[in-house]
Nanobody, 120 residues
Framework: VQLQASGGGLVQTGGSLRLSCAAS????????MGWFRRAPGKEREFVVA????????YYADSLKGRFTVSRDNAKNTVYLQMNSLKPEDTAVYFC??????????????WGQGTLVTVSS
């Protein structure tokens, strides 16, 4: 499975972005999908995950209410809608495919990230 995140860019505080993660090589319809991020000088951080059928989502507590994950298995794509962005959301955002939305250690496939920069 190859994963490619896109949709990042420069946005002002309070703005919105929608990230996409397109999978290729094989379908990810049976995989849990997750978004992670790495801010400059910081460790990778979990953002949100969604089960294979989209019925269960799991958010980092600090991001609830501002970020929304969704998926379209017909398009082999997962989305991350980010609203009310803050400078501290500045990071490279990665998507990953795995087996358990609650366990990052079970993610088998990782994509290249897309940079999100939020200006103050």
């Amino acid at each position: 499975v190859q994963l490619q995140a896109s949709g990042g860019g420069l946005v002002q505080t309070g703005g919105s972005l929608r990230l996409s993660c397109a999978a290729s090589g094989r379908t990810v319809s049976s995989y849990a999908m997750g978004w992670f991020r790495r801010a400059p000088g910081k460790e990778r951080e979990f953002v949100v995950a969604i089960t294979w059928n989209g019925r269960i989502t799991y958010y980092a507590d600090s991001l609830k209410g501002r970020f929304t994950v969704s998926r379209d298995n017909a398009k082999n794509t997962v989305y991350l809608q980010m609203n009310s962005l803050k400078p501290e959301d500045t990071a490279v955002y990665f998507c990953a495919a795995g087996r358990n939305i609650y366990l990052p250690s079970t993610y088998d496939y990782w994509g290249q990230g897309t940079l999100v920069t939020v200006s103050s």
